[in-house]
Structure formats: structure tokens, C-alpha cells
């Protein structure tokens, strides 16, 4: 278990809706990211967040935001869904606010499915 | 071509075989990482280089900066070492995934 929770673990959804997903990252750590992982575009860095701010911005379409609360858990706004953003979406956590130079713990992910 | 490619894609090995996967990149990096992912999904992070080499358990990973290249190996491996191993490199502020490499150990 890394400490890093998500919900919901699935969701099923009609094109066009909007979903959020949550994250809550181990505690004691500051940064939050999310990821995709399709079948066809394998694994995705979205975006990360530190300490509420926004980090830095990876392959993140615009239909999607996310944001990090004072509590430190974040959430990911997916709308106007499309068949294409099936995917399952993972959410890890690190200590600092450094790109990609600490250990990250991963969650269990949340399996998107759009109909 | 991708910037990030692992070789090979799948493989498949006897328990006890010495095993090694490679990453290969054509971007600077600030750092490289090693993921697992087991068969339900999860998702675990196994190293962090940013230089040299690391040992876990029966796990080292190595890197080499100027080749721009690196290296997983395993050691007497197991069936439960069967998973999806993952190279992904930190490059101007992205993370960028290899496409994974599929390992099966038989018993």
C-alpha cells in the first residue's frame, strides 16, 4: 500500500459528460501528478501540482483541469468526454516540489470507461 | 522515433534466469525512473537514477549519462518478478514513458 488513494476505482460515463476524479496523496508529501494510461498512447504525464500551485504541464488536453486543495488532495476535471479518454488515470504523490527528481508513490488508479 | 525506447518489448524467462532490460534516450534528462506494474494495474516505483548504479534486494539498475542509456537487472528471478517494467525519464519539466517491457518468468 503507497499511502496514495483514489476514488473512485471505476467509473462508467456517456460521451460528452463531465467526471471527476480524486486523489489523496501520502501524508506528508507536497506534489501531486496525474497520469493517463490508454492502450494506444501507453502512459501520459498530465499535470503536477505542489503545495496547491500548479508545477508543471505535460500532454494535457484542454478539456481537462485539475486542482489541489489546502489539504493537498487534488482532483481531475475530465468534460466533453470522448470514446478516445477511456483510459485508466493514476494519481502519485512525492515529498517535494522538485520535476521529476523524487521517488514517486503511485494509487491504484481509476478506470475511466466512456460509452 | 519516440524519445524514450526499451528493449525488448516482451520477454520470457526461466525461474533463476539473470534478466536485463534496456532504456535507451535522445533527451536530456534531470532524472530516469524504473517502474513495475504488476498484472492487476498497480503501479510501483523500483529506482531513481540521476547517475551510477542502484541495488535493491535482487534488483540494480544502472545508468550511463553519456550513452544515454540504462539498464535493469534481475537477479536469480522469481514468477512473481513477471510484470510490466517501465523506463521514463524527467526532460524539461514532462515525464516521458517507454512503451514497457512485458516479462514472464516461468517456474
Known amino acids: 500500500d503507497s499511502g496514495v488513494t483514489q476514488t473512485p476505482k471505476h467509473l462508467i460515463t456517456a460521451t460528452g459528460q463531465r467526471v471527476t476524479l480524486r486523489c489523496s496523496p501520502r501524508s506528508g508529501d507536497l506534489s501531486v501528478y496525474w497520469y493517463q494510461q490508454s492502450l494506444d498512447q501507453g502512459l501520459q504525464f498530465l499535470i503536477q501540482y505542489y503545495n496547491g500551485e500548479e508545477r508543471a504541464k505535460g500532454n494535457i488536453l484542454e478539456r481537462f483541469s485539475a486542482q489541489q486543495f489546502p489539504d493537498l488532495h487534488s482532483e481531475l476535471n475530465l468534460s466533453s468526454l470522448e470514446l478516445g479518454d477511456s483510459a485508466l488515470y493514476f494519481c502519485a504523490s512525492s515529498p517535494t516540489g522538485a520535476h521529476f527528481t523524487d521517488t514517486q508513490y503511485f494509487g491504484p488508479g481509476t478506470r475511466l470507461t466512456v460509452l | ?107
Open chain 2, 1 to 107: 522515433k519516440n524519445e524514450v525506447e526499451q528493449s525488448p518489448q516482451n520477454l520470457t524467462a526461466q525461474e533463476g534466469e539473470f534478466i536485463t532490460i534496456n532504456c535507451s534516450y535522445s533527451v536530456g534528462i534531470s532524472a530516469l525512473h524504473w517502474l513495475q506494474q504488476h498484472p492487476g494495474g498497480g503501479i510501483v516505483s523500483l529506482f531513481m537514477l540521476s547517475s551510477g548504479k542502484k541495488k535493491h534486494g535482487r534488483l540494480i539498475a544502472t545508468i550511463n549519462i553519456q550513452e544515454k542509456h540504462s539498464s535493469l537487472h534481475i537477479t536469480a528471478s522469481h514468477p512473481r518478478d513477471s510484470a510490466v517494467y517501465i523506463c521514463a525519464v524527467g526532460s524539461q519539466g514532462n515525464l516521458i514513458f517507454g512503451k514497457g517491457t512485458k516479462l514472464s518468468v516461468k517456474p
